[in-house]
C-alpha cells in the first residue's frame, strides 16, 4: 500500500501537480509574511479584508470572554449557543431579500453546509442537475445523495434534461459565481426553469455574499431575484472574514435539513465566539463600511483589468471577463503557469497557479485575487511585475 502511494505521489510530482503548502505568521492582509518572507499577495478569499479588522478581532475576544473557547457538543445536543441563535437570525433577515420567509442554519464550514444540503435534499426520488463548474463541495454532496444524477454545462442542456426526467422531485445545483473564472451563472435563467419544473434551486454563493449586491447580499440579489424555490449557502470565511458557513431557505427545507442531514447533525458546533464575530462582520457588510469597501474592489477591478488587457494580447493570455474579485489570467499548461507564479515571487508578489484537476487541463492559470484592503499602488505593482 504504502509503496503504491509513493509511486502515484512520484506520479504527480512528474505532471507538475504536486501541492505545497505554506506558512502565514501574520495575519491574512494585503501584505504578508509567508514562509519567513514579507510578500504582496493576491490569494486570499478575505475580499473585503475583514479577517482582520479590528471590530471583528475585538467581537471574537469578546466572545470568547463571554461564551469560553469551545461549543462542547453539536447542535442537537448542547452546542447551539445564543450567539449560533442570534447568527442565523440575522443571516435568515439578510436571506429575506432572495427568499420570502427565509430561515437559517449555520453550519462549521461551506463544505459540510454543501454536504448537508445537497445530500439531504437529493434522496431516493428526487433526480439533482449539477453544474459542471460546480465546487468540489457541491460534486461530493451529490456523490452522497441517493436520488438520480445529470450533469449539465449549459442552460440548453438543463432544459432538456428536465424536460426527459420523469423523476418525481427535482434538485438544481449551481454555483452562483465560478471560483476559478470569477463569472456568475446564468441565474436568471435557472430559476425560471427550476419555476417552470417545480424544482428547488440551490445556489452556493461562496464568493459572491458580503460581494456582490445591494448590501451585499450576494449574487441572487444582485440580480433581483427571489423566491421560495431558492435554496441559498453562502460561506463565512470568505468576505465575512472568519468562518463558516449557512444555509438559507423555506423554513420547511431548513426544518428538514435540522432533522436529517448527516453533516449538520454529527459534528460538535463551531465555537460561539466565531459565531459572536461573524455578528460584527455581518453589521460591517450590510452597513456603510461595506458600501465603501464593495466600491474599493470595483475600482481595483477595472484597474487591473485595463492594466493588463494590452500584455495579455501580446503574450497569449486569455482574460476572461469577471465582475468580480476573482480575475483569471489564463497562461495555458502547468508549466507555464508555475513560470509566471515564480518570477512574480521572486519579485515579492504571491499569486496562486491553479492547475487540473481544479482546473480543466490546458486552463493552467494565476488566480489574481482582489480584496478591498488593497491599495491602487499595490495593484499597480501587480502589473508592473506582469508586464515586465
Ligand atoms: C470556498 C468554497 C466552498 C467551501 O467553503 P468553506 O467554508 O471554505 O468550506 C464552497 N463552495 C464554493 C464555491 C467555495 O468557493
Redesign the pocket.
Known sequence: MIEFLAQQLREREAQVLTRRRREASTPTAPMQTIDGRTMLAFCS?DYLGLANHPRVVAALQEGARRYGAGSGASHLISGHSQAHEQLEQRLASMAQTVIPDARCLSFC??????LAAVSALGGDGTAIFSERLN?A??IDGVRLARGERRVFGAVDELRAQLAASGAARKLIVS?A?F?MDGHLAPLAELLQLAEQHDALLLV?D??GFGVLGPRGHGSLAQLGLRSERIVL?G????AAGV???FVAAHPVVIDWLLQTARPYIFTTASPPALAHALLSSLELIEGEEGERRRAQLELLQTQLQDGLAPAAAARGWTLPRSDTPIQPLIAGDNAAALALAARLEDQGIRVPAIRPPTVPAGTARLRITLCAAHSAEQVERLLQALLR
Open positions: 478569499n464550514t461551506g463544505y459540510m453546509a454543501n465546487h463541495s457541491l454555483d459565481v471560483s452556493d461562496a464568493h449557502v460561506t463565512l470565511g470568505k468562518g463558516g458557513a
